[in-house]
């Protein structure tokens, strides 16, 4: 018994080394002199840091406009995403209307279509509203997702239902009651969909690609997307990049690892 648990864990040890070294090596890289990435074998760490590449980024190709519209734009989908959600799931969950388990089954269903199937109609849908090269046709698709009702119709199943009726009784509205009671209870699971919208708002690139045309308004995955282009030979410019782009998701996800993975068991598991 013993050593099958030693198993387990050194199999566990190995999975993490590997599962991190790319990510210990782009930040190695991006604090590596020029040309210093390029050497036969690698180093694994520079013998002179440097912050040089970072300087370079803010300097010359204006990365921190770059975060600003990423930040403003995933925290916007991020606290309209979960409200939406929010108050769909609780209808799915505890309102009656005709066509709910229909509607839901189909909701449900449409899961299996690829996002990338529905761009092209979205694309020409958001460009007759005119909101092609804007930040709200970015936002408003990311409004809902399939999987955030269900993460959250799930959770709210479980919600007293005996508390429901008593604040009705009382004389609250479902708005009233969605804000003042549901809201508070599910702060698990919607901490969960928060963390999950950020990390999917701030690293996507294809759609932002897609409808913002203006390059004063891509985000820092397109404009990374464009440095590689103009740098392709500079690998420590492009891991300072890269950095940039994956460690405020990663710092933002050890933060809230806790409510992420506790809600998401929780969502997954009641009902």
Not at 70 to 92: E, R
Not at 182 to 207: E, H, K
């Amino acid at each position: 018994m013993r050593y099958s648990k030693l198993v387990i864990y050194l199999v566990l040890v190995l999975a993490t080394a590997a599962t991190l070294f790319p990510l210990v090596w782009m930040v190695s890289v991006s604090l590596m002199p020029p040309a210093d990435a390029l050497r036969y074998p690698p180093p694994l760490w520079p013998k002179a840091p440097t912050l040089e590449h970072y300087r370079a980024l803010f300097d010359r190709l204006a990365v921190a406009r770059y975060a600003l519209n990423s930040l403003v734009l995933a925290a916007a989908v991020t606290a309209l995403s979960v409200l939406v959600n929010a108050a769909a799931g609780y209808a799915f969950a505890c309102l009656t209307f005709m066509g709910r388990d229909r509607l839901f089954q189909l909701l449900l269903a449409a899961m299996v279509i690829p996002g990338q199937v529905a761009m092209l109609p979205l694309f020409l849908l958001l460009k007759l509203l005119g909101l092609v090269n804007t930040y709200a046709g970015v936002i408003v698709p990311g409004l809902a997702s399939i999987f955030g009702i269900f993460l959250v119709r799930q959770y709210a199943l479980s919600l007293p239902q005996g508390l429901l009726d008593a604040a009705r009784l009382d004389g609250a509205g479902e708005l009233r009651i969605f804000w003042s009671l549901v809201l508070p209870l599910c702060r698990p699971v919607l901490i969960t969909l928060a963390v999950f919208t950020f990390l999917g708002s701030w690293n996507d690139f294809l759609w932002p690609l897609i409808i913002l045309t203006d390059s004063r308004l891509h985000t820092l995955p397109v404009a990374l997307a464009v440095l590689m282009g103009e740098h392709a030979v500079d690998t420590e410019l492009m891991m300072a990049g890269a950095a940039l782009t994956v460690v405020p998701v990663i710092v933002l996800f050890l933060a809230a690892q806790r409510y992420y993975l506790g809600g998401l068991m929780q969502g997954g598991i009641k009902g």
